[in-house]
T-cell receptor, first 113, second 116 residues
Framework: SQKIEQNSEALNIQEGKTATLTCNYTNYSPAYLQWYRQDPGRGPVFLLL?????KEKRKERLKVTFDTTLKQSLFHITASQPADSATYLC????????????FGKGTTLSVSS | GAVVSQHPSWVICKSGTSVKIECRSL??????MFWYRQFPKQSLMLMATSNEGSKATYEQGVEKDKFLINHASLTLSTLTVTSAHPEDSSFYIC????????????FGPGTRLTVT
């Protein structure tokens, strides 16, 4: 079955720096990969989706890359701000039909001023 | 747009009682809704997938008689935790997928269930 690893449980960086979070998967290459933000006691909020035939996607200060050879996605937040502090979740389609999602445990980012 | 609500946001119940959680898509029609459970510092675990008008599909290890899911309309799905026990205490989150949109899911704010 598909497994997702977000290799850092926590990441602490200073304001203004670029945060880079990693997501690795172990089995089949998903049709797409998504990144979500989750604040404590709240549901996930969708950030970005990248398809298997896309190498990179950007949205404002966010950038996602997808390397199907390495089975890895990197999520970057440039010019990070304290308001970016949250848990970031990587998610893949649970089966190759592209329906339900399976999630990684998340990386909790703390941006200090 | 694409707002999903859940009610209640938190609930405390006694062991042995049943609790119903509602998930609504407020501004779109959701042909498919998903129910997840999240324990502290753990990832969201898919419990079941429900399509409007049909029976839910449960993930392996999830008891369908304990977690009753009803998706009677295109904007409402309910999860009923029957005969709740303390180990059912968790954060329950629903998500909804809009008709015709294959990939994106919109998540509700979650419901914190505590069983005493």
């Amino acid at each position: 079955s598909q497994k997702i690893e977000q290799n850092s449980e926590a990441l602490n960086i200073q304001e203004g720096k670029t945060a880079t979070l990693t997501c690795n998967y172990t089995n089949y290459s998903p049709a797409y990969l998504q990144w979500y933000r989750q604040d404590p006691g709240r549901g996930p909020v969708f950030l970005l989706l990248i398809r298997e035939n896309e190498k990179e996607k950007r949205k404002e200060r966010l950038k996602v890359t997808f390397d199907t050879t390495l089975k890895q996605s990197l999520f970057h937040i440039t010019a990070s701000q304290p308001a970016d502090s949250a848990t970031y979740l990587c998610a893949l389609d649970a089966n190759q039909a592209g329906t339900a999602l399976i999630f990684g445990k998340g990386t909790t980012l703390s941006v200090s001023s | 747009g694409a707002v999903v609500s859940q009610h209640p946001s938190w609930v405390i119940c006694k062991s042995g009682t049943s609790v119903k959680i509602e998930c609504r898509s407020l501004d779109f029609q959701a042909t498919t809704m998903f129910w997840y459970r999240q324990f502290p510092k753990q990832s969201l675990m898919l419990m079941a997938t429900s399509n409007e008008g049909s029976k839910a599909t449960y993930e392996q290890g999830v008891e369908k008689d304990k977690f009753l899911i009803n998706h009677a309309s295109l904007t409402l799905s309910t999860l009923t935790v029957t005969s709740a026990h303390p180990e059912d205490s968790s954060f329950y989150i629903c998500s909804a997928r809009e008709a015709g949109i294959l990939y994106e899911q919109y998540f509700g704010p979650g419901t914190r269930l505590t069983v005493t």
